[in-house]
């Protein structure tokens, strides 16, 4: 078996005792050489794949608890049945017992008195090292001169995760179709102490990739968690061919235990994390887990954030995904990029119309309006004069109070001030006795919106309609503009800022908040005292609308 360079904290070379009184071999002093034997959780072969069995060549260090100790001596199985020997060996002297600990797999270039390896289980390039570089196992046991024979039973230190895909229904189960998975949102780091057999997880999180074949079972060895409560669910995602499938599963991940599963591609039904409970088993002990049902759908992050993308059907994609790899319908299906985690309590309307929709926030991938446009002339002062005369339950937009604009500058409501202006803009009765707030003829935002809705419907009730975003939201934006920029981007639209902004320059981005009869607040997204308020005939920007979900 290829064993793989590891990265240590200390790079000082050991010096393998050779001549230390430990492994002495004169004539004066009769010694006994030690005999080392090792098996694997009562398993006296090993093949690398299933780690239950030793392979012909595999090599482990061995030490002692001397005051002139052994220490990191290699050991080399000579068959497949655990017996071990080292071209320097150990010789016990005196006649007490003595206590050894071993470790797999060797290395010999680390002090063992700081014998911390650092570990990693995916390589640059982000695919998996494979398990010989990473079981680490370790062991104890005891020998003296009158009886030195080594019998070391090694346990494995690390958690394993195995998966068995198939599709039930569908005659590509008989072939040997390539496939491959990934889990997501792993620790793909940590340490392994030669000395006491502790792997401690790291704090990086990433994914790992399994190329295998359908119909087979495969796995991927990970770092144990402390406790069961720290366990998170893991993203699995599945291609076969031109196809993706989804689900979560949470195991609890302890040393020594193997979590296996069946994944049944036939099944759409299902595709809810899995929330498991497992009893520590020592060894490859299979913990066979209930069959994941998974769904053909895009659900790829287990934790929303900033920045994520929003598909049609409201499931989401982690913004790290490698959009590249998907197929380009579902790319298709992306509609947005989140911009807020979180309920909404300040739109009154939003909860009452989509109360469901609780999620978070999401801004669409391109402008509305490709050239720049004003928003709407006023015909009988502003909008909330119109709206005190409804039995509308909601917000009202911000209004002048002695020449300062209210608070709600400072609230998501951009649902609530989009619905308003859309039905103060169809009241055909207040038409035709002039007192509608707004000309139907120069209303550009309703217009807008109105076409946006047209060619990009939606068709859940788990995303709202798309609306025009308050003041509020546009400064959130501003404020994760980056990553909600380099997520947009990503997925092939395009998120300007005016970088050069001032009040009498041209564009910037409207929102859904009025100041008075003249003005509406917008934003260049570049500062944060960019909460101006802008004419609305004298200045032209852009409508970037977004949903809530």
Not at 37 to 44: G, H, K, P, T, Y
Not at 72 to 94: D, P, R
Not at 170 to 198: C, H, M, R, W
Not at 511 to 528: C, H, I, K
Request: net charge negative; with cysteine; proline share 3%.
């Amino acid at each position: 078996m290829k064993m793989k360079k590891i990265l240590l904290t200390s790079a000082v070379a050991v010096a393998l005792l050779s001549g230390c009184n430990n492994d002495y071999d004169g004539q004066d002093i009769a010694g006994s050489k030690l005999i080392v034997s090792a098996s694997i959780d009562q398993v006296n072969t090993r093949v690398s794949d299933d780690g239950i069995a030793w392979t012909v060549g595999d090599a482990i260090g061995v030490s002692d608890n001397l005051s002139n100790p052994n220490l990191n001596i290699k050991y080399v199985a000579g068959s497949v049945t655990g017996e071990f020997s080292s071209t320097t060996g150990i010789y016990i002297l005196g006649n007490d017992e003595v206590e050894y600990t071993a470790y797999y797999p060797y290395t010999g270039n680390e002090n063992i008195s700081t014998g911390v390896l650092d570990f990693k289980i995916v390589d640059e390039a982000g695919k998996y090292v494979g398990h010989n570089a990473i079981d680490f196992m370790y062991a104890k046991a005891t020998a003296s001169r009158s009886n030195p024979n080594v019998a070391f039973k090694f346990k494995h230190q690390m958690s394993k995760v195995s998966l068995n895909i198939a599709n039930g229904g569908a005659a590509e189960t008989k072939t040997e179709t390539s496939i491959s998975y990934t889990l997501q949102g792993v620790i793909i780091d940590g340490t392994f102490d030669t000395a006491t057999g502790e792997v401690k997880p790291g704090s990086t999180k990433g994914s790992v990739k399994v190329e295998t074949t359908l119909g087979t079972t495969s796995s991927i060895i990970l770092p144990p968690v402390v406790a069961e409560s720290e366990a998170e669910p893991i993203q699995l995602v599945i291609e076969v061919g031109d196809k993706i499938y989804a689900g979560s599963l949470k195991p609890a991940l302890d040393s020594s235990q193997e979590y296996q599963y069946t994944v049944d591609l036939s099944k759409t039904e299902s595709g809810e994390k899995l929330q498991i409970d497992s009893p520590t088993i020592d060894g490859w002990t299979p913990n066979v887990e209930e069959n994941i049902g998974v769904e053909e759908e895009v659900n790829y992050n287990p934790t929303l954030e900033i920045g994520d993308f929003l598909c049609k059907d409201g499931t989401t994609i982690d913004k790290d995904y490698e959009l590249g790899e998907l197929e380009q319908e579902i790319k298709n299906n992306i509609i947005a990029v989140v911009y807020y985690v979180g309920s909404i309590v300040d739109d009154i309307a939003l909860q009452r119309d989509y109360s469901m929709c609780n999620k978070g926030l999401a801004v669409a991938l391109n402008n509305a309006n490709s050239e720049l446009s004003s928003f709407a002339t006023a015909k009988d002062g502003i909008v909330n004069n119109w709206l005190a005369t409804q039995s509308y339950v909601g917000n009202y937009l911000g209004t002048m109070d002695g020449g300062t604009p209210v608070p709600t500058v400072q609230m998501i409501q951009g649902y609530n001030n989009t619905t308003v202006f859309y039905l103060s803009s169809k009241d055909e009765d207040l038409v035709d006795i002039g007192k509608t707030a707004w000309s139907k003829q120069s209303d550009n935002m309703i217009a807008a919106l109105t076409q946006y809705r047209e060619d990009n419907p939606i068709s859940t009730i788990e995303i709202t309609d798309w609306y025009l975003p308050s003041w509020k939201e546009l400064d959130i934006i501003r404020e994760n503009y980056d990553i909600v920029s380099a997520s947009i981007i990503k997925a092939g639209g395009e998120l300007q800022k005016n970088e050069n902004y001032e009040q009498s320059m041209d564009w910037f981005y409207w929102s859904s908040l009025e100041r008075n009869a003249s003005n509406v607040w917008g934003s260049p997204l570049t500062s944060s005292t960019s909460n101006q308020f802008l004419g609305r005939n004298s200045k032209k920007g852009y409508f970037r609308f977004a949903v809530a979900f």
